[in-house]
Every structure is written in C-alpha cells, then in structure tokens.
C-alpha cells in the first residue's frame, strides 16, 4: 500500500537529557556520590539540528514551568527512569520534567533523602536558563517513598538546604502526592502490628521495615525521631497546594495515612489548597494511577497551580 498523509505537527518533539550530576554526596561509609536526574523538555528537534544546525519547530525558548519527579522503592533506591516514561504526558503539556536520583535507605538516613530533595529544586533553579526553566514556576510530584519526599518538599520549611546551590530557593509551588507514606510513625505501627501477629510477615524486627531502615540509628528513638519528617506534622501558611492520590486498596501504604495528612491540612484551615482523590479499587501503584483520567487529573491542578494565565 502506498498513501499519502498529512499529520500535521500540532505535537513538539521531547527531548531528552540524562546523567545530568545535581549533587556530590557521600554514602554512610563516607564513599563519594554523584547524584543524577535527567530533564524531558520540548524545546525543538535536536537531531535536525545536530545535522543541519537548524530545525523545523521554531526558535521557542520561553521559560517553562517545570515539575520534579521522584521515584519510589521503599526508600531502597530506584532507577530515576525507571517509570518516568509515565511522566512524559507532563512534558507534552509543556513541563520541563525532571526525574531525580536520591540516596538509598543503604547510602543514607534522614534527612539526607530530604536534603537531596531540596538540592535538585535548587539546581533546578540555578540552571533554569541552560533548561529553559522559569524559577518562579517549579512543582514536585512522587510515588510511594517518592510522594513522601515530595509532599516533605512541599512544606517548604527550609530546613534542609544544604550549602550546594545555596543563593537559591528549595521551595516548590506545587505538590502531587501519589500514595506517600507521609505519616512515618503509623507505618512503623503498621509493620509492628503485623510482625506481631503473622509469623510469615516480610519482616521480623523495626529496623528491617522500609521506614526503620530510613531512619537508621537506635529503634528505641525511632518513633520520635520519625515524626520531624513527617508532612502532617508540619503543615503550615508556606505549605505549596497538593493533590494526594491513594488507593483504597492499598496493602502496603493504609490509604487512611493520606485521609490522615488530609485532614491536618483541613484542621489548619488549608483544606482550599488541597485536593484529595480515593482511587476506588487500586492498590500501591497499580494502573489506576496512570490512566489517562487519572494524568488529566494531575495535568489540570499544575496547568491551575504552574501556568500563567492568560
């Protein structure tokens, strides 16, 4: 069959960059590290101008807003790519997305997943020219262990910018929270319920559980030292706005953590900066979460929280 089509060429071309170094870190044995993220942007057909100089998608280089993906894993250490081709709906939507490496539960404790978290932001905005960022415009979205780090980063404390990047801000103006782990000490609970009730269960003591890794340090004090890194703890007037997403089928991560942290924002006369979505059916992570209804949903609140308005 031979035909002739026209398309058209509404779509721009993503591109994108990787092994981008954010941060210099050591691991907990004092071994350097060097922290990545890669960056999808639109900003024209970079093979066409590789070859000929010049490409067909026009010279727009208007600053974008840009959004922070962080992985999940447990707090165990994820591929920053892993999963972030299901972020590439936000950079056809005109986002600047970026996808972060952050030190392991193995490579780290509290706060040093945090403190990379602030850094990225920062680089972000110190390098907001070279990848065509507008500073003033910068969300944070993550799933699981990520969605805890993110809706950490989004109550804006301050208190973890580390001396890289410093003269720029680690605040975000925007929030999506996917199934976060955000209330540290009910998990811990969780966990201990379990262990003390199915000899099977995964794990047999605290400092084995996900969060009792994090922490690291003395079990006695984990509890207390946990709720410092806890969003519902710290929900203030600088808090960004925040979607929440969670299953309500969730085995690993009880949705009830989410409609807890929901209704501290409420207590705090902050429930108009939040929004807050029970997927029906889904559990950690599942396809409910990436759906096209499911992305509208996600695209929108950043469209109304990260674009200017005409």
């Known amino acids: 069959m031979k035909q002739k089509i026209k398309p058209g060429k509404e779509r721009k071309s993503i591109n994108f960059i ?14 350097g590290m060097e922290l990545k993220m890669s960056i999808m942007l639109q900003n024209g057909n970079s093979e066409m101008r590789l070859a000929i100089g010049c490409d067909d998608e026009g010279d ?17 250490g994820c591929d920053k790519n892993l999963m972030v081709a299901e972020m590439a709906f936000l950079a056809d939507a005109g986002y600047v997305v970026a996808s972060m490496y952050y030190r392991s539960s193995a490579e780290g404790h509290m706060p040093d997943q945090i403190v990379d978290v602030e850094t990225a932001v920062r680089f972000l905005r110190a390098h907001a020219e070279e990848y065509e960022i507008d500073p003033e415009r910068i969300g944070i979205i993550g799933r699981s262990a990520g969605g805890h780090l993110s809706a950490l980063a989004a109550m804006n404390t301050g208190l973890y910018d580390s001396g ?21 000490v009910q998990l811990m609970e969780a966990d201990a319920y379990h262990m003390e009730h199915d000899p099977d269960y995964r794990w047999k003591t605290v400092e084995e559980t996900h969060a009792g890794a994090l922490m ?9 030292r946990a709720k410092a890194y806890c969003p519902p703890n710290l929900v203030s007037e600088q808090m960004a706005p925040i979607m929440i997403l969670h299953g309500d089928c969730d085995k690993l991560v009880p949705w ?23 997927l ?23 469209d109304r929280k990260l674009k200017r308005q005409a």
């Open 18 to 31: 990787d092994n981008i170094v954010y941060s210099h870190q050591k691991d907990l044995d004092g071994n």
């Open 60 to 76: 727009d280089k208007k600053p974008k807003p840009a959004i922070l993906w962080v992985p999940g894993g447990g707090y165990r």
């Open 164 to 184: 890289e990047w410093s003269g720029y801000s680690s605040q975000v103006q925007a929030c999506c929270d996917m199934f976060g782990p955000v209330e540290l």
């Open 216 to 224: 690291g340090g003395d079990p006695a004090t984990m509890k207390e």
């Open 256 to 278: 009830e953590i989410s409609d807890y942290f929901y209704q501290k924002i409420a207590e705090a006369g902050l429930e108009d900066r939040a929004e807050f979505y029970i």
């Open 280 to 302: 029906e059916g889904a559990g950690h992570g599942t396809k409910e979460f990436f759906q096209p209804e499911t992305k509208k949903l996600i695209r929108e609140f950043f």
